[in-house]
């Protein structure tokens, strides 16, 4: 387990954010479901992104990596796989998204997954295979001694009509958008207690970008028969990792950041209406000016991601994140995970109903070891809070961050912050 220990700093300079995670997997589903060649640019490789990359050549595509670029020759058709077996590691996007799609291939896939990923809530799709008499087993072996964690399936989609609840997450919801004007037949999809719909938005327009188009709907009607076109596509920069920097800006000092689109369909935007201190300058580049904030108050319903870094800020403001249910659903439970942590600090911090209230306080101070929870985005929550710690703060599983943003801490120290 890497430990990193950072010192209190003062953060000045300028970044550039690395493309979207979430952008970049669907465009490698596109691209690798077109019949020709497609380049992606601007792109960033995390581990998650590679699990899809991987994935998508097993099941016959393509994909060069050529410096920012994915060079990707799509499946010629669903038969021509190199193998049935799959790996996804912690990658939720790269499962969700998959298992729907190798309902078009006539085999059987076992998918292996990591153990924090294989105890995430799955109803959703167990419900749809039995529906559509398929095969959706969950199971565990052993392997010298060490336990590995699979997802078997198989069969085809049979109905012309599929129900999805989107309360859980709205990828499977997108797993199904890029699947069904694939099958030989017209297709609807209805979609109950949608969250994350910007999620859905973005999911819709990249296919039309590759040649599929959908209008959103909560009853989708489907065409079918249809193809994805190749297509060359630059990835913009990522909502989410900016946020982090935002947060960072914002409690410790100014900086600037590249690399963002203003006119995007992310959700994690919304983030702009809240923070004044924030201003666009051009071609993609931000200035965070430091500010105080009064009593704040988020609503997570459609942007749980950010849970985590708005923690860190309400730190410095009081507030209250409304709506947090889905981040149990996370690499950790993220609640319990931003509790047990803040608390270590002193911060007063309560969880009522779907709540979480947290107290402003105005020194951050701790003699504990921070725990990264093995989560991405709590190591990088508590890495920005530590840069205004009283003094030098611990934090264990930096390794967390290959997941999305491997290059985080070399960021955080071109803006000043010491880490060793």
Avoid: W
Avoid at 22 to 32: D, K, N, Q, V, Y
Avoid at 41 to 53: A, E, F, G, K, L
Avoid at 58 to 77: P, V
Avoid at 157 to 163: C, I, Q, R, V
């Amino acid at each position: 387990m890497n430990t990193v220990t950072i010192y209190p700093s003062v953060s000045h300079g300028s970044i550039t954010i690395p493309s979207s995670k979430s952008i970049l997997h669907r465009g490698i589903i596109c691209a690798s479901l077109a019949s020709g060649k497609s380049v992606l640019d601007n792109v960033y490789i995390s581990n998650d992104i590679m699990h899809t990359i991987d994935c998508f050549r097993t099941l016959g595509a393509n994909i060069e990596i050529n410096g920012n670029k994915l060079i990707i020759e799509g499946c010629k058709d669903f038969k021509s796989h190199k193998d049935n077996v799959l790996y996804v590691g912690a990658s939720a996007s790269t499962l969700r998204f998959i298992i729907p799609i190798l309902t078009l291939f006539n085999d059987e896939f076992k998918i292996y997954c990591d153990e924090s990923l294989f105890n995430r809530p799955f109803s959703v799709y167990e419900e749809l295979f039995e529906e559509n008499n398929c095969l959706f087993e969950l199971g565990e072996e052993q392997d010298n001694g060490k336990t590995k964690y699979y997802i078997r399936i198989s069969g085809k989609l049979k109905k012309n009509k599929f129900t999805i609840n989107g309360n859980i997450s709205s990828q499977f919801i997108s797993g199904m958008l890029f699947t069904l004007p694939l099958l030989d037949r017209d297709t609807t999809l209805i979609t109950k207690d949608v969250t994350s719909k910007g999620y859905i938005f973005l999911t819709l327009d990249i296919m039309k970008i590759f040649g599929i188009n959908i209008p959103f709907s909560l009853e989708f009607n489907i065409k079918g028969n249809n193809h994805y076109s190749p297509n060359d596509y630059i990835i913009e920069g990522d909502y989410t990792q900016f946020a982090n920097f935002v947060v960072l800006g914002t409690i410790n000092n100014n900086i600037h950041v590249s690399g963002i689109d203003i006119n995007t369909l992310q959700s994690d935007a919304i983030l702009l209406n809240t923070f004044n201190n924030v201003r666009y300058l051009d071609d993609d580049e931000f200035y965070i000016q430091k500010k105080e904030f009064g009593y704040l108050t988020f609503d997570l319903k459609d942007n749980p991601d950010l849970g985590p870094i708005l923690c860190v800020l309400l730190t410095k403001t009081g507030g209250r994140l409304c709506n947090i249910e889905r981040l149990k659903y996370k690499e950790s439970n993220r609640i319990i995970s931003m509790i047990e942590e803040l608390k270590k600090f002193n911060v007063n911090i309560r969880l009522i109903n779907n709540d979480l209230f947290i107290d402003k306080i105005d020194a951050l101070d701790t003699d504990k070891i921070i725990d990264s929870h093995n989560d991405h985005r709590i190591f990088m929550a508590m890495a920005v809070l530590a840069t205004i710690a009283q003094k030098e703060v611990v934090i264990t599983g930096a390794e967390a961050i290959d997941k999305s943003y491997p290059t985080f801490i070399e960021d955080l120290k071109k803006l000043g912050i010491v880490i060793k």
